[in-house]
């Protein structure tokens, strides 16, 4: 069974730059395609950033200009560097991989932004 680690979240200032990180072992991550979503609360859980297996990004209008996703297949690891972070950024951010008909999801960490 293939289980996405995703180390605990936390708290962050507004303006700050954490990175979480997600961790996928188990399989041949440079053919996946991975990304994160977020869900705030009472809010559907929606793409934050997204990148295919060519490195190809897709970003959020919302986050655009602040957040990149950046993979590292030797680690099978996928990052999602953050910065100039709003309160509005406070959500549970999940990671995903993706190949062909196969999906995996991680436990979600929770980001909460506020001074």
């Known amino acids: 069974q293939v289980q996405l680690v995703e180390p605990g979240g936390g708290s962050a200032q507004p303006g700050g730059s954490p990175r979480p990180f997600c961790a996928v072992p188990?399989?041949?991550?440079?053919?996946?395609?991975t990304g994160w979503r977020r869900q705030a609360p009472e809010k559907q859980r929606g793409l934050v950033a997204a990148?295919?297996?060519?490195?190809?990004?897709n970003y959020a209008d919302s986050v655009k200009g602040r957040f990149t996703i950046p993979r590292d297949n030797t680690k099978n690891t996928v990052y999602l560097q953050m910065r100039s972070l709003k309160p509005e950024d406070t959500a549970v951010y999940y990671c995903?991989?993706?190949?062909?008909?196969?999906?995996?999801w991680g436990q979600g960490t929770q980001v909460t932004v506020s001074s």
């Open positions: 995903n991989a993706n190949f062909m008909t196969l999906g995996y």
């Open positions: 188990g399989i041949t991550f440079s053919t996946y395609a």
């Open positions: 990148i295919t297996r060519a490195s190809n990004t």
